[in-house]
């Protein structure tokens, strides 16, 4: 009687096996672990390492799909350059459909990198915890592929960035829009700091990193340079990352990044909302300019409204641009801890949404009262008038007739 051998005991050079190992009568089968492709015992190609680390950071990839290559292929049209909605230093976002008809954004690495694969992780990870309206929705991603591949939600308007310096004029930001805008990026950002499971810095936000849906509404994305602390910690000790114009000075001198380097960074865009101008002005004439600085004199010298955009200048409220300027002169502290929270700033965008609403239907009231008003002594004038009229009229009747009156009067 023959004996059956577990080749998956003895897995090695003789039975190889890159995978899973599953021992049959006679035989042993081989499966390539979760996102990679191939026969195991010929080798498994794609980013199963992902995988393992994900697992490390116990960060949870089955709360995510998996795509095949092949669907992203499909979806995107062989990655077609027609599709392309953007691109940047770590890789280029395609626009694709899915086989059950939902768009989605799929992102392709540049290239295999160290920093690329760590970003690649950092942004399931952290986007596997959140769940927040305003903050891009990860749908899954590619483990299979060359290099790695995350698939978003789609998000239909561009980016607030293309809004404020490719400005359309057929669609320009409205005053309210922008303040929303703010108030709903604010929101995100509060929520990360201290609503999240775990605290999490954004590390990048800019204006190229606030995304617009179909009603205008924020969205943050971009989460690759994002990190989680723990609750204890109030800071992070890294490599200086980010983006000039966008940068916290403290965390430039220190290297130590906390929740307040975010801060300055919104109160970056802020700025951008008040005055339209990119983070680093650049003139033919004159070295480039930081606008948080530039921002920063004209409210000293107390003439912000000299740089405020002049699309919304004439439409918007100056009690609630001067109440925005100082939220964002706060946030553009050089000291951090004199600079607000994100719950602190949210909390005064909101304050002043709801005050202009209150304003915007006492005026609506008013203009209301008014034209019941003037509706009511229009009226009046119409009666007064034809009552003349009809008592002429009665008297041009008597005098001219030598009838009595129906109710005689009385000589004394």
Known sequence: MLTDIDECKDAGERYPCDGKCH?????????????????????????GIVTIIISGHQCGI?????????????????????????????????????????????????????????????????????????????????LEAEVPLLVYEFIPNGTLYE???????????????RLQIAAETAGALCYLHSAASIPIYHRDIKSTNILLDHKYRAKIADFGTSRSLSVDQT????????????????????????????VYSFGVVLAELLTGQK?????????????????????????????VDAQIKEHCP??????????????????????????????????IIQLSQ?????????????????????????????ITCSSFQVDQALSSSDVEPLVPFKTW
């Not at 081989?30 to 492709?37: A, D, F, N, Q």
């Open 358 to 386: 209150k304003k915007d239907v006492q005026q609506n009231n008013e203009e209301a009262d008014q034209g019941i008003t003037a509706e009511v002594i229009s009226a009046w004038d119409d009666a007064s008038t034809s």
């Open 318 to 351: 100056k009690e609630d641009v001067i109440g925005v300027a100082n939220i964002a002169m706060r946030c553009l502290n050089l000291n951090g801890k004199m600079r607000p929270t994100m719950k602190q700033v949210t909390s005064e965008l909101e304050r």
């Open 62 to 142: 089955s709360k995510t799909k998996v795509f095949s290559s092949e669907e992203l292929e499909t979806a995107t049209d062989g990655f077609n350059v027609n599709r392309i909605l953007g691109q940047g230093g770590q890789g280029t976002v395609f626009k694709g459909m899915l086989a059950d008809g939902v768009i989605v954004a799929v992102k392709r690495s540049t290239m295999v990198s160290e920093e690329n694969l760590e970003g690649f992780i950092n942004e399931v990870c952290i986007l596997s915890q959140i769940n927040q309206r305003n903050v891009v929705r990860l749908l899954g991603c590619c």
């Open 163 to 177: 809004y404020l310096h490719r400005q359309n004029e057929e669609f320009p930001l409205s005053w309210e829009m």
């Open 279 to 307: 983070a680093i002005l650049t003139n033919e004439s004159q070295e480039p300019k930081n606008l948080a600085a530039h921002f920063v004199l004209f409210m000293e010298e107390n003439i912000i409204f000299d740089i």
């Open 23 to 47: 021992n049959t009568i006679g035989d042993y089968e081989c499966k390539c672990p979760l996102g990679m492709r191939g026969d195991g015992k010929r080798g498994c190609r794609g980013f």
């Open 235 to 262: 800071h992070l000790t890294t490599n200086v990352q980010g983006t000039f114009g966008y940068l916290d000075p403290e965390y430039f001198w220190s290297c130590r990044y906390t929740d307040k380097s975010d």
